[in-house]
């Protein structure tokens, strides 16, 4: 059982790319970590550092209190689960899972009681005898799972894991996960590009972008509290309305309407954010209503999203499904002062 | 408009003689009898000399072998039954299989450790002298033969005859150096095709290189290992001008490609058994290759197709 | 029979020896190493390892490929007595151009270089083509590809006898004088001999016997070519010659490249063929063939070798490109 620190982590390749920037984070132990971020923000790498896959650079990675950097993969006690999956094609579920404790030279009835455990949690009883090629892609990530429990390791490593499955597997498996992770007790490290698995499956999500840390927190944290621009858009779906304003006075401007801050800024420049469901047609405050010209409606029968413009800029609103609502119209909304973020032009720093 | 005018402008079922349904008729039909008909020539030589092998010395100088398919039917299997026992095929082909199983394995195997080293060992150097065999795969053997000819002259003195000019040890290294460049060049197309996460896993696992090798890299290449093995099977058991040059022409050693030559040469007359003996040294290389076709095309493939 | 037992005890227990005997010397070698490399501290490990593994490989081709071609270099430049003498042997096999011997065997390997490598190419195209559109493709490419199985001695005598020669009146025994006659009420023609004919009979020979090897190969990377290519191109308006022209052919041309490449070396390399069915004569004699009779007819070294270096410098060009397209492609990965 061990938590997992990233201290000061650089990965260079040449001069010109530097692909993990100063990454510090420290993971606790048994908590279920998320790194997310757009394809190429180094998040894989720096798992893959972890790992002992890729050599670090800079700085030091820590399990429980080890400095591993210089430890072969093999001795970091950490299992990992690919994206791929990396099932051993020629060798039966049951060879892939024993496969590392013969490597770690276990006894033989201690291989086959781990791997028959291990087996009974996923649900593989009747699938030991089968190649990989037998099986569906929920059962082979199963079966890389498997693996990875049956080492007993002081981390999991998941990288994409549920990448390769369809929709539907995807959701069932997200439940799964999270189970899995309670009843195993052990520190799950989880990388992936969707920000729903984010959300969904971490007790903390670590956010990455053009391979520097943009915010550590919980789910909730991140979503009310963005630190930046790039939390703000990348975090919540449909994403967060981003309208260019000039403030002062403690008022924002925009091209098509103005609003109060709530907190006073001073006079600068920057971008106003709010979420869709902050807009509604229960217009309590007159002063931070705006007028909105509807192009396109989404009804998905438990939400209706409106899609337009107010003054120069592009909106989305997310609205009362029983609202009746016509392209072309144009409606008024109030917006929820209390949820607004306010970013600095230059810095896309969070000023609100 | 009226029902009349919907009518006539609806779509009509074309008969089959109509003038575009007969050209595709038409060409499809020439496709069909171009392709058989290419067929049907291309078998041509070789069922030409199955007839013939059947035939007695005094039918082959006077008709073609056609005329056999007519009655009279005269078939015999003299030329058979002589060629197998009177002229010594049957040591021939012995000797081909002396020299085949050999100089197939060993090349196999030294390829399979240096493939892997190509594909998954980094080491300095190691792109350049794989450049190297790359264009190692197209000199002519011509450009090998004194000097190799001296060194196994030596070779011969200083073993006691035991690996020599004339000897199958010596035919097994020729051909093993001489394989090798295209024996590596298929095994490392294929290695490095295999999935890295595949060796990543096993690293976490804590795999090292022989039970990387072993027990993973040779199970999952039984594919590549076998085009390999037919392909140069086929190819040394075909070969004529390294046997020429390191074996010799002698009765004792001689494989079934240089046993017919010579009884190209020397039975001016007799060339009835010619018709056998060739036939019967296409039965072993016929049988590999139409079981086994799946991996021959495969080995051809290999690196073949670009693009 | 006799034949039975000679080979069970003469010659069998060798076979086995060697089927099991060389991978396990070669694993205990492989094992070894790895064992004695293990004592070396884990960074090291690295740097030893990969030239045990491909040092058995390594040591092969510098004996057996370059210090042999190294060697016959220099023999090309020594005369009969092992003394240095410059290009004497090369002005020798090249005298007299236009009709010297040398000039007689360029001249035929020309006609293989471009007739052989042309008509397999060719051939190779239209049968990839065509086998493509027919439901029967599968055995019918077998049956064109079967010649590669088989020995070029055997494919010399098949072809040796399509080419039989009988007076002129009397019954043909040869396919091709019998069509000659039949169908087109000639003489017969003593193929083999005549040498305004032989060597595109042989030719003929070995375009039948590699076609199949180029027809697999281009069919291949056609059906490479996704099918939806073709299908936008006909929604297009394209008829069938103008989708071969403008869409299929620029699209294998890449792998045509690679055959033709490699049947150019083919035919750089044909002896077989020559020796079985001409022994060379006739003006029939290849570089590849000449260079062998010099070595063990004339026993001139000398000769041999400047034979076997022209042969090299004519590979050269191949070889070039082959090691270009080969770094091309390792940019790409």
């Known amino acids: ?352 | 408009m009226s029902v009349a005018q919907e009518r006539l402008s609806a779509p009509v079922a074309k008969a089959w003689y109509a003038p575009e349904q007969l050209t595709e008729r038409i060409s499809g039909l020439a496709l069909h009898v171009a392709i058989i008909g290419i067929t049907v020539a291309w078998l041509v030589p070789t069922v030409g000399l199955f007839v013939s092998s059947f035939r007695s010395l005094g039918d082959i100088q006077a008709s073609g072998w056609w005329s056999a398919l007519s009655p009279p039917f005269r078939f015999t299997l003299d030329n058979y039954s002589s060629v197998i026992q009177t002229n010594g095929l049957g040591t021939a082909l012995l000797n081909s299989f002396m020299i085949t199983i050999p100089a197939t394995i060993i090349p196999t195997t030294i390829a399979a450790f240096a493939a892997y080293a190509f594909s998954w060992m980094r080491f300095p150097f190691r792109n350049w002298i794989f450049l190297a065999l790359v264009g190692l795969l197209v000199v002519p053997l011509q450009v090998t033969f004194i000097p190799l000819l001296s060194m196994f002259r030596a070779l011969g003195d200083m073993t006691g005859g035991f690996i020599g000019n004339g000897t199958f040890p010596a035919v097994w290294l020729a051909h093993t150096g001489y394989g090798l460049p295209f024996s590596i060049y298929l095994l490392s197309n294929f290695f490095r095709a295999l999935p890295s996460d595949l060796f990543e896993s096993a690293e976490i696992d804590g795999a090292g290189t022989l039970t990387v090798f072993f027990r993973i890299i040779l199970p999952l290449s039984v594919p590549a290992l076998a085009s390999l093995v037919i392909f140069q099977f086929l190819w040394v058991w075909n070969d004529l001008l390294v046997a020429l040059i390191y074996l010799g022409g002698t009765e004792q050693v001689a494989p079934l490609t240089v046993k017919i030559t010579s009884l190209v040469n020397s039975l001016g007359q007799g060339y009835q058994l010619l018709t056998a003996a060739a036939f019967l040294s296409m039965i072993v290389p016929l049988i590999v290759f139409f079981s086994l076709q799946r991996f021959f095309v495969r080995g051809i493939l290999a690196g073949s197709v670009k693009g | 029979m006799d034949i039975l037992i000679t080979f069970l005890t003469g010659y069998l227990p060798w076979i086995i020896g060697v089927l099991i005997g060389v991978p396990a010397l070669l694993a205990a070698y492989i094992i070894g190493f790895e064992f004695v490399i293990r004592l070396l501290p884990q960074e090291r490990q690295g740097w030893v390892r990969p030239w045990v593994w491909v040092g058995p490989a390594l040591a092969f081709v510098a004996v057996f490929l370059v210090y042999p071609t190294i060697g016959t270099v220099i023999v090309s430049l020594e005369d009969k007595q092992g003394n240095f003498a410059g290009l004497l042997n090369f002005q020798h096999v090249l005298a007299d151009f236009p009709t010297g011997d040398g000039w007689i065997s360029i001249r035929d390997n020309l006609y293989w270089l471009i007739l052989y490598t042309g008509f397999v190419l060719l051939f190779g195209v239209l049968l990839a083509v065509l086998t493509d559109r027919v439901p029967y493709e599968t055995p019918v490419k077998s049956l064109i590809f079967m010649p590669m199985a088989i020995s070029f001695v055997a494919l010399g005598v098949i072809w040796t006898f399509m080419y039989s020669y009988q007076p002129p009146g009397a019954p043909q025994t040869g396919t091709m004088n019998s069509l000659l006659t039949t169908l087109f009420h000639a003489q017969p023609i003593t193929w083999l001999q005549d040498k305004r004919v032989n060597n595109f009979a042989l030719i003929l020979a070995a375009i039948w016997g590699q076609t199949g090897f180029a027809m697999v190969i281009l069919s291949a990377a056609l059906k490479g070519i996704p099918g939806e290519l073709l299908e936008a191109a006909r929604v297009d308006g394209a008829g069938e010659i103008t989708i071969f022209r403008r869409v299929i052919f620029p699209l294998m041309m890449p792998t045509i490249t690679v055959v033709g490449t490699t049947l150019v070396i083919f035919s750089l390399k044909a002896f077989d063929v020559v020796y079985v069915m001409t022994q060379g004569n006739y003006e029939t004699n290849v570089l590849a063939n000449k260079a062998y009779l010099e070595l063990f007819t004339a026993f001139n070294k000398g000769r041999s070798g400047a034979v076997a270096v022209i042969l090299l410098l004519a590979v050269i060009p191949v070889l070039i490109f082959n090691m270009r397209q080969f770094r091309t492609v390792e940019a790409r990965r």
């Open chain 1, 1 to 352: 059982m061990a938590s997992v620190t990233f201290d000061h982590v650089v990965k260079r390749y040449t001069a010109d790319v530097t692909v993990v920037k100063d990454f510090n984070v420290e993971i606790k132990d048994k908590e279920f970590m998320v790194l997310v971020g757009p394809s190429g923000c180094g998040k894989s790498t720096a798992l893959r550092m972890l790992a002992g896959l890729e050599s670090i650079t800079e700085g030091a990675i820590r399990i429980g209190d080890r400095v591993v950097n210089n430890l072969p993969a093999k001795d970091r006690d950490i299992a990992m689960v690919f994206q791929s999956y990396a099932l051993y094609p020629h060798m039966s579920v049951y060879d892939n899972m024993a496969f590392p404790l013969q490597m770690k030279k276990t006894p033989k009835a201690e291989i086959d009681r781990r791997v028959k455990d291990a087996s009974r949690i996923l649900g593989l009883d009747n699938f030991l005898q089968r190649k990989p090629r037998a099986l569906s892609g929920g059962q082979r990530q199963r079966v890389a799972l498997g693996r990875a429990i049956v080492r007993n390791p002081q981390v999991f490593l998941l990288d994409e894991p549920l990448s390769n499955l369809d929709a539907k597997l995807r959701g069932q498996t997200r439940i799964e996960l999270q189970k899995l992770h309670r009843d195993l007790e052990t520190t799950f490290i989880y990388v992936t590009h969707d920000q729903v698995e984010a959300m969904t499956m971490g007790d903390r999500i670590a956010l990455m972008y053009d391979g520097v840390l943009q915010q550590v927190g919980t789910p909730g944290d991140i979503y009310d509290k963005p630190a930046n621009l790039f939390v703000a858009g990348f975090i919540g779906s449909p994403t967060m309305n981003f309208v260019p304003v000039t403030t002062s006075n403690g008022t924002a401007k925009a091209s098509g309407f103005s609003v109060k801050l709530p907190k006073p800024v001073g006079e600068t420049t920057g971008v106003l954010g709010f979420r869709p469901e902050t807009l509604t047609d229960r217009i309590t405050d007159a002063e931070s209503a705006l007028e909105m010209k509807v192009d396109v409606v989404e009804r998905l029968g438990s939400d209706q999203f409106l899609y337009g413009t107010v003054g120069g800029d592009q909106v989305t609103a997310r609205v009362d499904p029983r609202l009746a609502v016509a392209v072309g119209d144009s409606v008024r909304l109030g917006l929820d002062t209390r949820t607004l973020h306010l970013f600095d032009a230059k810095s896309e720093k969070a000023l609100l």
